[in-house]
């Protein structure tokens, strides 16, 4: 079949439905004037490659694993390491050194074909040429796409992005979890094979997934990444849920907003600790001053020593409690007490004599072990 010419002439759609009606293979080479270049397989009318030609950084498997959390830094190049050798696929390197599981494979292979093919939907200028042969794929890491799946996909996604872009404004937007999600029902539909829409309770599969990411400071884009259901399918389930009331959104500006009232809780708090702490510090003097007076046994010497042991004592109480408002206020334990120090908690003389006493050595580490101890499985 002779298939070429222009996309203005004969668009993305145009070409899909009639590949996959006739049940060709062959690769599609399509151009945009942008100078992008695609290259997607058929096989009987179903897509089963899509290939990117100079496929972006973070549009490669290996990437898409790491971000996703799927593998490490260190897995992956110890894999291109031995790719270089053998010349044999990052995947099944990776599958056969039991990194990832083959269906983790396959689902992100999957992944990366429909991202490609979504991204073919929003060419508006560009040419096209197939060329009918056989195609050779990997049946086990890759599931035929239906080429009337495909354009039906597409086309939702070119009607609903405008909408949901009205929605999520930024990549960059974080979230806060206003209520939680009502318990999912029994029984869940089958899922399609290119869209992830079966809704339980109401809420889809998808938006649950999204939901459960959500953490202080996590942007769309990681989201998008962790969530492993493709861009426009995160981005639909993040608008959904922030339309009906589950999440709120925050722009970076907004982000920064909240953290600063944060900070200014934190020096609330740590302006009345420390007028606390100074109070107690007054009434250990007192309280010293008064027992030599008593006794009249203990020489001046012994009676302040015995204070400075109780200023001690004081600044040391002082900085566990300083430790504790600090993880209550930014959910996590600091790591030093220079980080006290920095929100006003307490003040520079203060974690001098403590440092002194090597107090940053037994404070703060410390309260993160035991932090660490209670949240390991």
């Known amino acids: ?33 942008d100078g992008e270049e695609v290259h997607i397989s058929f096989h009987n009318g179903a897509v089963v490659g899509a290939e990117h030609v100079g ?6 498997l290996g990437r898409m694993l790491v971000r996703a959390r799927l593998i490490t830094e260190k897995d992956l190049s110890r894999a291109l390491e031995t790719q270089k050798r053998t010349l044999r696929r990052l995947g099944d390197i990776l599958v056969e050194e039991g990194v990832i599981t083959r269906e ?17 939907f929003h060419w508006k200028r560009g040419t096209y040429e197939f060329e009918a042969r056989d195609v050779v794929w990997d049946e086990n890491s890759v599931t035929p796409l239906r080429s009337e799946a495909v354009l039906m996909e597409g086309v939702r996604m070119v009607d609903e992005w405008p909408i949901v872009r009205r929605i999520i ?28 829409d079966d809704e339980d309770g109401g809420i889809s599969a998808a938006e649950r997934r999204v939901m459960e990411l959500i953490e202080p400071g996590r942007t769309v884009e990681e989201l998008v990444d962790l ?11 993040l608008a959904t849920l922030v339309e009906q009331g589950y999440i709120r959104q925050l722009t970076p500006s907004a982000a920064e907003r909240e953290e600063g009232q944060g900070r200014k809780l934190i020096g609330w708090l740590g302006r009345r600790l420390v007028a606390l702490v100074y109070g107690a510090v007054v009434l250990v003097l007192l309280l010293g001053i008064a027992a030599v007076a008593r006794s009249g046994m203990k020489g001046p010497s012994t009676a302040l020593a015995e204070i400075r042991a109780g200023a001690e004592a004081t600044r040391m109480e002082r900085a566990r409690f300083a430790v504790e408002v ?15 120090v920095a929100v006003g908690l307490i003040s520079e003389g203060d974690a001098a004599r403590l440092r002194h006493k090597e107090a940053d050595l037994v404070v703060v580490p410390l309260s993160i072990r035991d932090a660490e101890e209670k949240e390991a499985p």
């Not at 990549?171 to 029984?187: D, G, I």
């Open 1 to 33: 079949m002779a298939l070429t010419g222009t996309l203005q002439d004969f668009g993305i759609t145009d070409i899909f439905q009639l590949i996959g009606q006739q049940g060709k293979s062959g690769v599609l080479h399509l151009r945009s004037e």
């Open 55 to 60: 496929r972006r950084h973070r549009e490669l």
């Open 104 to 120: 983790v494979l396959r689902e992100m292979t999957q992944l990366q074909v429909t991202e490609t093919l979504a991204s073919l």
């Open 169 to 196: 404004t930024s990549p960059k937007n974080t979230f806060v979890v206003l209520r939680e999600l009502p318990p999912p029902e029994e029984s869940a539909g089958e899922v399609d094979d290119f869209s992830f």
């Open 227 to 237: 969530s492993r259901l493709g861009t426009f399918e995160t981005w639909k389930a």
């Open 326 to 340: 600090f993880r209550r206020i930014e959910g996590r334990l600091p790591f030093s007490l220079a980080e006290l």
